[in-house]
């Protein structure tokens, strides 16, 4: 999405290897993908990799603590992908419950010091409440223009896959944030920072180019 929203696209500007293995450079991430090539060197592990090409694309911020910003976003998303799946394991279709405990119940300290015995108990509104917080008001998440950070964020809570776009037989509740596209929709009328910042993404006309082309995603 980096290389979308910087008007880069595939074959002319860059390579998509996604779907194979390179037959070589895997060594940057212990012989596994994914890895981003450039010339005779590489790059792996996911951070790295999305901080490179956010430095080569303007889309890193202003300046050092910008940058520093836009990964503590990364990361902060990361821990709630990672809280998500103690209530839906990876590969598992959420059940009504799973998805009641989720989005409606769980942890409500989303000001001030966080409360440590709730730790366990952090669920999306607590992740979404700390994160609105942490973002600028200019309607970007960093600073006052687009950033990767945007764009995690859009990746987090308004990537899918719609039907012409996926493999065939893949259940829709995979292909949508958290499971349910409507329920995180509704959701973010309640967190206007975090919506600025994704319709950011979303208006980018290189964006929209890019999902017009993209076709099936292979995975």
């Known amino acids: ?38 010339g005779e060197e590489s790059v792996g592990q996911s951070l790295a990799i999305y901080l490179y090409l956010a430095l080569e694309n303007g889309l890193a911020g202003n300046s050092n603590l910008e940058t520093a910003q836009i990964l503590s976003i990364f990361e902060h998303i990361k821990e709630m992908n990672t ?20 989005f409606n119940s769980g942890a409500t300290d989303v000001l001030g010091t966080a409360d440590s015995s709730q730790r366990s108990s952090r669920y999306f509104k607590w992740w979404l409440g700390r994160i609105e917080q942490s973002l600028d008001t200019e309607g970007y998440a960093v600073g006052n223009k687009l950033s990767a950070a945007d764009i995690a964020l859009y990746y987090a809570f308004a990537e899918e896959l719609k039907d012409n776009e996926s493999k065939e037989n893949l ?14 929709s509704s959701e973010l009328e309640n967190y206007p920072r975090i919506k600025s910042s994704i319709q950011a993404v979303a208006n980018n006309e290189n964006f929209i180019k890019w999902l017009s082309l993209r076709g099936i995603q292979e995975f």
């Open 1 to 38: 999405m980096i290389l979308a929203v910087a008007g880069k696209f595939p074959p002319n500007d860059y390579i998509d290897g996604r779907y194979n293995s390179p037959p070589e450079g895997l060594k940057s991430n212990l012989g596994r993908m994914p890895v981003v090539t450039i």
């Open 83 to 102: 809280a998500y799946r103690t209530v839906v394991p990876p590969g598992t279709e959420p059940t009504p419950e799973a998805h009641e405990k989720w």
């Open 171 to 184: 259940p829709k509740w995979s292909r949508e944030p958290f499971g349910s596209k409507l329920k995180v």
